[in-house]
T-cell receptor, first 113, second 114 residues
């Protein structure tokens, strides 16, 4: 079983739609949860960062973590063509797991005008 | 220059060649990382350096040899690679290699091994 499962998509939505991206993980030790966005031919950039359970909102983006079900989500409201990218979830156990992010496979998102 | 810079952006090499990838970070961070991104696979951590000292080697074959002369520069020396080593190699940095650190990535070097 993979430590982090993420549906690779691809996902195609019309401009203005609400997008829901999800990951599940297997290790209850994970405490830090991140979403990275990766544009074509670029490195990943940190989009959202959450510690433990709960919600975090930043503009059109909302990250949710449910540790009881080991499920993390990213919602994008009013999606724009500029949101077209690969979205990677990543988790970290903290403690001595220095910088050892475990990534999902990534979901390819296309927002068409 | 800002952020994390990687050179070259693209590299094609034969299995008998020796080449090096270079990474430079301008963020004043203390930790640097090499990650490998293969098609249809999650990013895999390769190496972690903290204040120039290697703190993590994620069972990487010896044909990959990292070097960190200072906290701002990181190299990945390549020799006798295999075609399955073709991938995007990403360098990243963080303030410290502590728990939950936020990583900042470069744009990567797209490597093709013939």
């Amino acid at each position: 079983q993979k430590e982090v499962e993420q549906d690779p998509g691809p996902l195609s939505v019309p401009e203005g739609a609400i997008v829901s991206l999800n990951c599940t993980y297997s290790n209850s030790a994970f405490q830090y949860f991140m979403w990275y966005r990766q544009y074509s031919r670029k490195g990943p950039e940190l989009l959202m960062y959450t510690y433990s359970s709960g919600n975090k909102e930043d503009g059109r983006f909302t990250a949710q973590v449910d540790k009881s079900s080991k499920y993390i989500s990213l919602f994008i409201r009013d999606s724009q063509p500029s949101d077209s990218a690969t979205y990677l979830c990543a988790v970290n156990a903290g403690g001595t797991s220095y910088g050892k992010l475990t990534f999902g496979q990534g979901t390819i998102l296309t927002v068409h005008p | 220059e800002t952020g994390v810079t990687q050179t070259p952006r693209h590299l094609v090499m034969g299995m008998t060649n020796k080449k090096s990838l270079k990474c430079e970070q301008h963020l004043g961070h203390n930790a640097m990382y090499w990650y490998k991104q293969s098609a249809k696979k999650p990013l895999e951590l390769m190496f972690v350096y903290n204040f120039k000292e290697q703190t993590e080697n994620n069972s990487v074959p010896s044909r990959f040899s990292p070097e960190c002369p200072n906290s701002s520069h990181l190299f990945l020396h390549l020799h006798t690679l295999q075609p399955e080593d073709s991938a995007l190699y990403l360098c990243a940095s963080s303030q410290d290699p502590g728990p939950g650190e936020k990583l900042f990535f470069g744009s990567g070097t797209q490597l093709s091994v013939l």
